[in-house]
């Protein structure tokens, strides 16, 4: 995922997508501001592996940035940065070793061991992970280390402004903490020269002409005094935030909701020691399946190693697109349709004219460059209704339908399909096999079931998905009252298939073929107890 820096066009202004909204908003500003090169970053926090809320706030930023370089002449970089100097809090649940981490509490995670035993530290280890997982999707960024940033000296300027503005920057955060939190905040934290660990305690003297700060060590009652710079002192989370947009100089960020107040406390920060904040944007939180906020610790909704397993990452990365501001549940239910979603989007841009494009999301997912060879000419619920029908164990179960039904089907024309085939029949095996629940048809569907048989019987060899889909129709008008004609579409699933709803059933029918489908009636009526249901 590379963008691009074609000539600015001011039509694109106009583009309704927001990637181009957000883009529009990092032009004016480096219009504003005079500046040559814009800036975006992310960031990471390495006390715990990359998750699928990390790959939402990367893939979204690289949609901007793409429409950034389509909008405007300049060029652009992408930051990933990981806040490694963070103290380690508390030791996580699913890593090895966790009595030999638990000695290193309070330790930057650059400075606490990798339990793993495979890195120069435990923060090493999980920026390793975080650049892996980065890598995998082709992701284009710059990998940047608080720990490498804070010991370089990259920062010493920032910080020592921030101890210049130090009345300033706490009048804007003790508002905001309880009385006990009040009397020893400290937007420096120095790092202690004796235990390497990360302190929390109230400074007694500033000395900005030197670049200190002075702070008694509890266990020892010695008065310490450590410069704020080359990583002798890391800062609090809020003036941290905004110590770096200020020192590199920061364009864009978007953030989650639960940021809302941290954006805002940073950004005053951030006037304070002398820039403008950078354009943000807020996205909202994904939701598990019982509509709670997904969280790390708690393990709940999906990961991206689970969404991979049942479908491709272009089907993510639509899901990402779909109205960010938006809350979404982030369960398993919700794959077929992104892919689906991805799908028709992919379809659609065949035809649309150049000037439609960059309102595809499809556009935007492959930023600029849809390849050939992207799409399928069988949907994904199709696929998963065809696995359900033939209770498909193995990909090749498959195969020979699809091959009668596109003949120019094949891995090799179309290698999106392929995958989709594969993931087709892991997502039916443990998600719709567990769940099939068939219910017998009343009188009114068992005789038009048996009618639709006869109908489709009698049909055209040659008959396509859309004129199947018209017997379909006709069939349960013949049946059913007009007002409840979706009722006869949702019979089909529900007592052909023990699904709750699927896709038009006349392509489902082109798919599995006539014959096949009149037999799946007839049989399934042979076995009924109409009206039991």
Request: hydrophobic share 40%; glycine share 6%.
């Amino acid at each position: 995922m590379t963008p691009t820096h074609p000539s600015p066009s001011a039509e694109l202004r106009h583009v309704r997508a927001w990637p181009f909204q957000e883009a529009a908003r990092v032009a004016d500003r480096l219009a504003a501001t005079g500046k040559a090169e814009a800036l975006f970053e992310t960031g990471y926090g390495p006390s715990g592996l990359p998750h699928i809320g990390t790959f939402g706030e990367v893939v979204r930023t690289t949609m901007v940035r793409h429409a950034f370089g389509r909008l405007s002449p300049l060029p652009s970089r992408l930051i990933a940065f990981s806040d490694d100097m963070d103290g380690l809090r508390k030791v996580p649940e699913n890593v090895p070793n966790r009595e030999m981490l638990a000695q290193h509490l309070g330790k930057p995670l650059t400075a606490v061991p990798d339990p793993f035993g495979t890195h120069e530290s435990f923060g090493h280890h999980n920026n390793a992970r975080l650049r892996a997982f980065l890598d995998q999707f082709g992701f284009d960024y710059e990998f940047a280390s608080s720990t490498e940033y804070y010991r370089s000296g990259r920062f010493d300027a920032a910080l020592r402004r921030v101890l210049e503005a130090y009345d300033e920057v706490i009048a804007v955060i003790l508002p905001t903490l309880g009385p006990e939190r009040r009397a020893t905040y400290s937007p420096f934290l120095p790092i202690c020269p004796r235990t390497g660990r990360v302190m929390q305690v109230p400074i007694l003297e500033r000395k900005p002409d030197a670049g200190s700060v002075v702070w008694r060590d509890e266990e020892t009652g010695r008065l310490v005094e450590t410069p704020v710079t080359r990583g002798h002192c890391k800062l609090q989370w809020k003036a941290d935030w905004a110590m770096r947009w200020f020192a590199l100089g920061v364009d864009y960020e978007m953030s989650g909701k639960d940021l809302i107040d941290s954006v805002r406390l940073s950004s005053r920060i951030c006037r304070i020691l002398g820039s403008e904040p950078p354009e943000s944007f807020t996205y909202e939180l994904f939701l598990d399946e019982n509509g709670e906020k997904i969280s790390k610790s708690k393990g709940n909704g999906l990961s991206v190693e689970e969404w991979l397993e049942y479908a491709p990452p272009e089907s993510l990365a639509q899901f990402m697109f779909n109205k960010p501001q938006t809350a979404k549940r982030l369960y398993f239910d919700v794959i077929p349709r992104a892919v689906d979603e991805y799908l028709a989007n992919v379809e659609r841009a065949r035809s649309e004219p150049p000037e439609a494009l960059p309102n595809n999301p499809a556009w935007h997912i492959h930023l600029g460059r849809i390849p050939d060879d992207a799409g399928s000419p069988v949907s994904y619920t199709m696929l998963l209704n065809l696995a359900s029908v033939v209770n498909a164990e193995r990909p090749e179960m498959l195969w020979g339908f699809i091959r009668r039904y596109a003949p120019d089907a094949t891995p090799e024309r179309w290698p999106l399909l392929a995958v989709l085939v594969d993931r087709a029949v892991a997502y039916y095996r443990n998600f719709v096999r567990p769940s099939k629940r068939f219910r017998d048809p009343t009188p009114e569907e068992a005789a038009a079931l048996a009618d639709l048989a006869d109908a489709l019987e009698a049909a055209p060899a040659d008959a396509d998905a859309a004129a199947l889909q018209d017997i379909v129709f006709e069939a349960g008008k013949r049946h059913v009252p007009k007002e409840r004609l979706r009722d006869w579409f949702g019979c089909l699933y529900q007592v052909l298939l023990g699904q709750q709803e699927g896709p038009r059933f006349g392509g489902f029918v082109a798919l599995y073929g006539v014959a096949e489908t009149v037999a799946l009636i007839r049989g399934t009526l042979a076995r009924a107890r109409p009206g039991a249901a």
